[in-house]
Structure formats: structure tokens, C-alpha cells
């Protein structure tokens, strides 16, 4: 009898907490219809194929950098450097082609250097223990030093063909499109379905009992900074071939909050531990949604950050509640 | 005078504390004395009211007093000087001393440090340790100098009860004649002391009165004086049969799978060397701050050591030296805090059964995890340790700590492992549990699994190990087997004596 009452007790509590869960989820539905609504009424041309197909092309850029991010933030690191090794990595190898005109090498340059950045983070935080915040935001210092250093603050015009090939149409959509979502459905399946990415969540959960199950967490730590240099280097490339261009101004100065803003709305967690890919594009493209709506209202640049930060800190608290953390 | 009388606390499922009446006269020295779990712990911290009794009442100088809070008692005059002393590492000295009334400077936000350290220098100067310099950082003093610091901080509170926790576990040779100086000097100024000790040897030395707690009953009170060490020992463990019937299955056991080898490490381990045999349960006993937990880590690795090495033998291999960072690879291990690095809390029991042999699920070449082989194989293994929950999909933060201990075991029965480390393997879980973890312990090692059991529970030792080696100040003093692992000669050798730490 008694076990009885507790298992109602037990139903009703469950009942209690999903739908308490279903009301946020509800709740947060509603705020991003309400959104999108805001959206169409004060912006006339906000749902036509011209405009849909310009924020998914922008959303390459940030989105490519969240995927990487989603990586590092699941392994319980931080990797503030991608940005800035974007553009380490793409201005040499556009330098390159633009001199020679050798794509293959020009892209194996840029994956080369973002190796070294990523070996850089990775050792150090891997290796030395060293704390991920503070390394990283050293090697930020560094590859953009090394980006001015190498143009001399000048800008990489006329890229060959061969390579702005990848920043053609097809028809109307352009290439970078498809190839950002391959890139992610190949991440999710990494990260959902195989060894690996089960690893790395079972170090951003708690990385001693991974040690303890005997796994070599180093090595794994390691492999992410290296994984998230060479999404910053395919955000790279791709970004260059759309815009013919590669220079020290290439990536706004809000990309790097943007790219961590993104994951973490999309459920990524600081602490590590959680986080998946589809979350992290929805939460890219909403990211690029605000700063598409800021463009298209005519707001200026830093009435436009105001409204940002607070769209992005009203959409944390939101998932917060329904995660119940 | 400190009184507390007839106190009576009770746990969820256990009565921690059964009328204990305790007396403490100014001008002595109390021993507060009994095994982990006895019940010592529970009754200082009501009276440092961190716990309420159920019953019972504290009595300073005959008037009666509430604990409801750490500030109550500080308010009371009681301070307690922990067995690793609390500080804040990067303020000083004198900060220290006056951590809670800091001295007011001349502008109210500001503290007047030179005032405090002049005050601190007195209390140091009071206690004869004038070579602590109030200005020095705590962390570039040493640990004894640290426990000064403590006993200052209390005098400068206005303590008239000093509780000293197990004071000289980490302390050298010199530092603990000084400080039983110290004690003996708070006491001829009258205060009244409470000390809390294993070692017989040091209640002999200091102790006026003792009073002895087994099991959350007293067993015993008195004045030291005259006191028989045996009759002292009776009291701590209780007048168990001298000899528990050992196992009465005699395994083979001359196959030799790890071999440690001269562990040297950190400042407690000092070269301790032992075999472990093909199926067979071998004990690390000894006391709290003995170096069990200490030997386990450095043997796998998780800790550096300095010296020494170990050799591990693979099915069908022989005994070669391992670089210790693959041993975790070949072996299992359940830590002693399950939390800590044990679990994955937040992931499911599947994930958590499965997280040592991830390998063993995947295809060849792309490392794809097939799910559904490893749900069926935590099903099995839910069932095989008997955990109980609803599906293989719970996630371990939600399970009780006995279900979550058996979720730690399955995992490494998953992997099948050679050798098997157990560290504490049932704390913090339920007497049904516990049998069942028993249970499973006498099968593995039945079966071919080498055990490492370390445990502070005496009972568990004798019911489990085949052979038992004790540890004393990081070296093996003894090494028992057979009839002799019992528990009084087990506790004996454990309480053997203060002289471990020179």
C-alpha cells in the first residue's frame, strides 16, 4: 500500500516536472514565433528566398566557428583564439594563391598553420595543464599579430578561380551552403554516434573518472584544439572564396562572442559536459538572424550590440530553466 | 566545566549517538576516544553545533547552553584545532590569528595590520612558538607552525575549551613534543581540553581522563592513570571472539600477477613492496593518514612517486615493469569517492557500464558505438548486481548511493579486469548493498579476479581478505594471514603505537 502511494507520489512529481518543462519549452517557442513575427511585420523582406539564402550564406562563417566551439566547450575547454586563427590561417594561404595561383597548396598552407595553432592550445592545455582561458586568449594575441604582421595590414584581392569556386551559386544558392551542412552532419554523427565523441563528453562530464576508466584524456583534450583550429580554418576558406578577399578585418570584432553566444544557446555548457551540434547551428543561425535584422532595421552598429546582448542573455536564462540548472 | 549529558542523536537508519555523557574539567586533559564510525565526530560536532541532538543537553560552568550554530559555540568560548588546519594560504600570519575580528584601521574599510601582527606576535609568544613570524604567508610555514597558528587563532578568540581533532597525523617527530608542550602548558592555565586520538601511546603520554566510544555507546571512562593498554583496547573494539572462523576454501595461490616494488612517494610512502596473487583478496589495512589510498593511486599511476616501480603480469604473459600510465588500461579500480571519480553522474547507468571497454562496442574502422549491444549489456549487468532502478536510461545522479556503488562495480565487471582495486568499496552504502557487494567481491575473486581491498572497516577486512598487509606511516609493519586476520589482532596492529611517525 504504502509502495503504492510513493509510486503515485513518484508519477505525480514527474508529471509535475514535464509539464513544468513543457510550459518552458512552450514558453520558449513562443518567444522565437513572437520573434520571427516582430521580424516579418518590421522587416518587409525578411521572409523572401533572397534574404533566407544571404543569412544562410552568412551563417557559414559563425556557424562552421560554433561547430569547432561545440567541440571545445563538451571536452570543458574554451578556445577564444578561433577568430583570430581564421584569419592567421586564410590570409598566408590566400597570399599564397594570389601569387602563384596554387590552390592545393594555398589550402594545404592554411590547414597547416591551423594545425600549429592548434598544437599550441592543445599542448598547453593538454600537456601543461595550463587554464584554457588564459592560453587560448594568448594565442588570439599571437595569430592576429601574425595576420597584420603577414599582409602589413593590407588586404589579399584576386584570388584564383579555381578556389572562388567555392564561393559560387548554384543557381541561387550558393555552394557554402550545402557544404557547411555536410560539414555538420558529419560532426553530429562524430559526436553522436562513434568512440570519439562519446569520449569527449565523458571528460567534459568528469574528466577524472574518464582517467580512472582508463582513457587517455590528454590525448582527446589534445585532438579537440586541434579540431577547432580546423574548423576555423574551413570557416576560413570558405569565407575568403565568397568574398574574394582575405585580410586582417576579415571577421568582425563580435564574432568570437558571437561563436560562443551561439553554442551555449544552443546548449552547450560553459562547465562542459553538454552540448550537440543542431543545437549549435539553431543557435548560430539566430545569432545571424539578430544581426540581420539589426542591418535590415538600420540600427546603428552599437545600438545593435545592445540589443544583441540582451536577446542572447533572455535566451540563456530561457534554457537554463527548462534544463533545470 | 563542560558537560554534556545523555546525548542522543540519530541518523537516518542509525543511532549515531546513544546517551553519551561526556565531562570535562578545567586544568585536564580529556581523551576522546574510539574507531572510525564510533560516533566521536558526531558528538564534537554538536558540540561545535554543526549537528542538534535529539536529546541530551550541554552544560558550560553548570549553565545550560544551546548550540544552534559554529558562531554559538565560538561564542561559548569552544574551538576546535582540526587535524589538517584550516587556513587562508596567501594572507599572513597575524591575518590568520584575527581572521574574524580583523583589527579596524584608520579608515573603517581598511585593516590595521601592524596591530595585528604586534597582537598575534603575543598569542605566538604565549605558546612559546616566537619563531613564527606573524608577517610570513601561511603557506611558507610549516604544517606544525600552521597548527600554532590555530591554537593562537583560538586563544585570540577567547577559548576556555580547546577540542584538538587528531592533532599529530601530519606532524613530525619534534613538532608533536612541541605540540603536547603547548597542550600541557593551556592546560595548567586551566582550560579545558579535549584530545582525539587512535594512538594509545600518545593518551598514555598527555591524557588525564578518557572516555571511550564503540559504536555510538560509551564503553568506557575513567582516569588514564593505571589504565591497562589491553583493558584500553577491550573497550575501543569490544570483546569480539578471539578468532573468527576464517574461509574455509584454501585457493591456489602462487601465480604472482602485480608485483609492487619499493613505492616511494611523496612524503608518506617510504619503499613499500608487496605481491598479489592469481585469485586472490589481499587487504591494505591500517589507520586513517597510514598511506592506503596513497599506495592505490601511485601504483596506477594517478599519482607521481618517486621511487620504485610495478610489474604487472598479462593473461598468458610474464611479470614485466609497466609504464604506469597504461595500468588503468589493464586494471580496474573503484575509488574511494564515487562523485569524485567514480561516476558519470549525468550520464545514463548504459554509458556508465560501458565507459572502460568503449572498444569493445565499435566497429573497426570508423569507432561507430553500437548502442544497442551495450544497452543489452547493462541490462545484464543491471541484473547481475541487482541495481535497482527502473530502466538502463536513469541516469546514476539519480540512483542512491548503494545503487550507484553497484554501478561502479558493473563497469568493471564489464571490462572483465585481471586485478581489481577497491578503495573503501562500501562507503556510504546500505547494509543490503553492502552483502550484495560482498557478494559479488567473493565471486570475482572466486573466479580468477585478483583483489586489492582497502578498507577502514575492520569487519569488511576480515570478512573479505585472504591475506592482510598493515600499514603504518606509509610502510608495512606486518603481514597477516590465516587465523591471524581477526579483529582484535587487526586493530591492534593498526592502534600498535605513536611511534609510526618519527
Given amino acids: 500500500m504504502s509502495n503504492q502511494t510513493t509510486v503515485t507520489n513518484h508519477n505525480k512529481i514527474q508529471t509535475i516536472l514535464s509539464d513544468r518543462k513543457k510550459a518552458l519549452d512552450l514558453a520558449t517557442a513562443a518567444v522565437a514565433v513572437f520573434f520571427v513575427i516582430i521580424l516579418c511585420v518590421a522587416v518587409p523582406n525578411f521572409l523572401s528566398l533572397n534574404n533566407i539564402l544571404n543569412l544562410l550564406e552568412l551563417l557559414t562563417t559563425v556557424g562552421m566557428l560554433c561547430l569547432g566551439m561545440t567541440f571545445i566547450l563538451i571536452v570543458g575547454g574554451i578556445d577564444l583564439s578561433m577568430p583570430a586563427v581564421l584569419m592567421a590561417t ?74 572562388l569556386f567555392l564561393g559560387i551559386k548554384i543557381g541561387v544558392v550558393p555552394i557554402s551552403i550545402p557544404i557547411f551542412f555536410i560539414v555538420a552532419v558529419i560532426s553530429h554523427i562524430i559526436l553522436k554516434k562513434t568512440k570519439y565523441g562519446r569520449i569527449f563528453y565523458m571528460i567534459g562530464q568528469n574528466e577524472e573518472t ?116 | 566545566m563542560l558537560e554534556m549529558n545523555h546525548i542522543t542523536k540519530q541518523f537516518p537508519g542509525v543511532l549515531a549517538l546513544d546517551d553519551v555523557t561526556l565531562k570535562a574539567d578545567p586544568g585536564r586533559i580529556l581523551a576522546l576516544i574510539g574507531i572510525n564510525g564510533a560516533g566521536k565526530s558526531t558528538l564534537m560536532n554538536i558540540l561545535g553545533g554543526i549537528l542538534k541532538q535529539d536529546k541530551g543537553d550541554i552544560l558550560i560552568n553548570e549553565k545550560s547552553v544551546s548550540m544552534n550554530s559554529p558562531k554559538d559555540a565560538e561564542k561559548n568560548g569552544i574551538a576546535f584545532i582540526h587535524q589538517e588546519p584550516l ?62 597558528v590555530e591554537i593562537a587563532r583560538a586563544l585570540a578568540m577567547g577559548a576556555n575549551t580547546i577540542i584538538f581533532d587528531e592533532p599529530t597525523s601530519s606532524l613530525s617527530l619534534h613538532e608533536k613534543n612541541k605540540l603536547f608542550e603547548v597542550i600541557r602548558k593551556l592546560k595548567h592555565e ?13 593518551i598514555t603520554e598527555l591524557c588525564d581522563d578518557y572516555l571511550v566510544l564503540r559504536d555510538g555507546k560509551m564503553s568506557g571512562t575513567g582516569v588514564v592513570e593505571g589504565l591497562e593498554k589491553a583493558d584500553l583496547v577491550t573497550m575501543i573494539i569490544g570483546q569480539k571472539p578471539a578468532v573468527i572462523e576464517k574461509k574455509t576454501v584454501k585457493r591456489q595461490l602462487d601465480e604472482v600477477v602485480l608485483k609492487v616494488d619499493r613505492i616511494v612517494s611523496g612524503n608518506l610512502l617510504r619503499g613499500v613492496s608487496f605481491e598479489l596473487k592469481k585469485r586472490e583478496i589481499l587487504g591494505i589495512w591500517g589507520l586513517m593518514g597510514s598511506g592506503r589510498t596513497e599506495l592505490v593511486r601511485a601504483i596506477v599511476g594517478l599519482d607521481r612517486i618517486d621511487g620504485g616501480m610495478v610489474l604487472f603480469k598479462e593473461e598468458g604473459g610474464t611479470l614485466t615493469k609497466i609504464k604506469r600510465s597504461t595500468l588503468l588500461r589493464k586494471i580496474g579500480y573503484v575509488t574511494e569517492s564515487r562523485h569524485y571519480d567514480g561516476l558519470f553522474l549525468n550520464m545514463d547507468i548504459t554509458n556508465n557500464c560501458t565507459a572502460a571497454k568503449l572498444d569493445s562496442y565499435c566497429s573497426k574502422r570508423l569507432k561507430f558505438i553500437d548502442v544497442n549491444k551495450e544497452a543489452e549489456d547493462a541490462r545484464t549487468l543491471i541484473k547481475s548486481v541487482n541495481i535497482k532502478v527502473p530502466d538502463e536510461k536513469t541516469r546514476a545522479s539519480q540512483l542512491s548511493g548503494g545503487n550507484q556503488q553497484k554501478v561502479v562495480f558493473a563497469k568493471w565487471l564489464n571490462k572483465g579486469a585481471p586485478v581489481l582495486i577497491l578503495d573503501e568499496p562500501t562507503r556510504g552504502v546500505d547494509v543490503g548493498s553492502k552483502m550484495e557487494i560482498y557478494k559479488t567481491i567473493k565471486k570475482i575473486a572466486a573466479e580468477g579476479t585478483s583483489v586489492i581491498l582497502v578498507s577502514s572497516e575492520v569487519d569488511e577486512m576480515v570478512d573479505l581478505s585472504d591475506r592482510v598487509i598493515v600499514l603504518q606511516g606509509g610502510r608495512i609493519v606486518k603481514d597477516v594471514e590465516g587465523p591471524d586476520i581477526n579483529i582484535n589482532n587487526l586493530m591492534e596492529l593498526a592502534l600498535g603505537g605513536g611511534d609510526a611517525h618519527e
Fill in chain 1, 90 to 163: 586564410t590570409i598566408p594561404g590566400a597570399l599564397f594563391m594570389s601569387k602563384t595561383g596554387n590552390v592545393l597548396i594555398g589550402i594545404l598552407i592554411i590547414f597547416a598553420i591551423g594545425a600549429i595553432f592548434g598544437m599550441i592550445n592543445g599542448v598547453a592545455v593538454a600537456k601543461a595543464k595550463m587554464i584554457p582561458f588564459i592560453v587560448t586568449l594568448s594565442t588570439q594575441i599571437i595569430a592576429n599579430g601574425f595576420a597584420v604582421m603577414v599582409t602589413n595590414s593590407k588586404s589579399v584581392f584576386g584570388l584564383p578561380d579555381a578556389f
Fill in chain 1, 210 to 325: 574518464a582517467r580512472v576508466s582508463g582513457i587517455r584524456t590528454d590525448l582527446y583534450i589534445f585532438a579537440a584544439y586541434i579540431m577547432a583550429s580546423v574548423y576555423a580554418c574551413m570557416a576560413g576558406i570558405l569565407l575568403a572564396a565568397r568574398t574574394n578577399m582575405a585580410g586582417a578585418t576579415m571577421v568582425g570584432n563580435t564574432m568570437l562572442t558571437d561563436t560562443i553566444s551561439a553554442a551555449v544557446i544552443g546548449g552547450a555548457s560553459l562547465s562542459g559536459g553538454r552540448g550537440n551540434i543542431w543545437g549549435s547551428v539553431l543557435g548560430a543561425l539566430f545569432i545571424t538572424v539578430i544581426s540581420n535584422f539589426i542591418n535590415l532595421m538600420g540600427y546603428t552598429y552599437y545600438v545593435g550590440l545592445i540589443i544583441k546582448g540582451v536577446l542572447i542573455v533572455m535566451i540563456i536564462v530561457l534554457d537554463r530553466l527548462r534544463n533545470g540548472d
Fill in chain 2, 87 to 148: 587556513f587562508f594560504a596567501s594572507m599572513s600570519v597575524a591575518q590568520n590569528v584575527f581572521i574574524g575580528n580583523m583589527f579596524k584601521g584608520a579608515v573603517p574599510i581598511l585593516t590595521d595590520n601592524a596591530k595585528a601582527e604586534k597582537e598575534a606576535k603575543k598569542y605566538l609568544e604565549l605558546l612559546g612558538a616566537n619563531d613564527i613570524s606573524p608577517h610570513s604567508a601561511m603557506e611558507d610555514i610549516t604544517i606544525g607552525a600552521r597548527q600554532m
Fill in chain 2, 190 to 202: 586551566g582550560k579545558v581540553i579535549i584530545y582525539i586520538s587512535h594512538f594509545l601511546e600518545e
